[in-house]
């Protein structure tokens, strides 16, 4: 009986074990920032909750500036060695937002319009709104409706650009923007060394109603390669109809 109690017991305390165990898998992967009580002008950088033997990046970005080609730059990749581990920081360093990635599930950037709003009825120049998260620095953010390449968004414009919904027919229209990263060098011909870059593209979108009064209903020129440009930024030197 006393036998049978303690192994209950056991039970008992291996199932809450498991539990807390399950509880810890599913913290998502953080990182916390601590000032070092032996030296104030140190901090400590705990990367938490990772999964020993999964590859993670720890990185830095200029803090504040959601640009979205201002992109995070990973100063340590590492399979993790325990579920957490320490860096120790110098606190004088200009700011920084600091975040740690698993590298085993990188799909390429994180993209989202954040406005407009999908299902939200548009006129006129829209102000477009797109967030970009990635580890890799980009190459391009294009900007669709549809089919129709409307604008390239290059680095310094904070993600935003205008998008003359006039261009295109009243009703339901699909606006989406295609960010391609510079990628990482892969190793093509097998000899072991990294030799060509091998880029990421993800995609976002959002479905809106477009209502203008007046719009062209003849908006061809959208498809031709050189009209791209005349929607990019200034300067409109940029132009060049042909
Ligand atoms: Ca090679």
């Known amino acids: 009986m006393e036998r049978q109690k303690e192994i209950m017991k056991m039970a008992s305390r291996v199932l809450s074990l498991l539990t807390m165990a399950v509880a810890l898998q599913a913290q998502p992967l953080s990182v916390a920032i601590t000032q070092n009580p032996e030296n104030l002008h140190h901090f400590f950088l705990d990367v938490l909750n990772m999964t020993p033997g999964v590859t ?41 937002t600091h975040a740690a990635v698993n590298l085993d599930d990188y799909t390429g950037p994180q993209v989202r319009i954040v406005s407009p709003e999908s299902g939200s009825t548009v006129s006129g120049d829209v102000p477009v709104q797109v967030h970009v998260a990635d580890v890799v620095p980009l190459h391009t953010i ?81 498809y031709s390669g050189y009209g791209i440009s005349y929607f990019a930024t200034s300067p409109r030197s940029s132009i060049r109809w042909e």
């Not at 295109?168 to 923007?177: H, L, R, S, T």
């Open 56 to 96: 993670y990046g720890v990185g830095q970005k200029v803090s504040p500036d959601e640009d979205p080609f201002n992109t995070w730059a990973l100063f340590d990749v590492f399979p993790a060695p325990a579920p957490a581990i320490r860096y120790e920081g110098t606190a004088s360093a200009a700011q920084r």
């Open 142 to 222: 294009e900007v669709f409706v549809g089919d129709t390449l409307v604008a390239n968004i290059t680095a310094g414009q904070g993600g935003t650009m205008n998008l003359p919904s006039y261009w295109f027919p009243n009703g339901e229209q699909q606006i989406w923007v295609r960010v391609v990263n510079q990628g990482i060098d892969v190793d093509t011909d097998g000899d072991g060394l990294a030799d060509t870059p091998s880029t990421f593209a993800s995609w976002g979108s959002v479905t809106v109603t477009f209502d203008n009064d007046v719009y062209i209903e003849n908006f061809s020129p959208l």
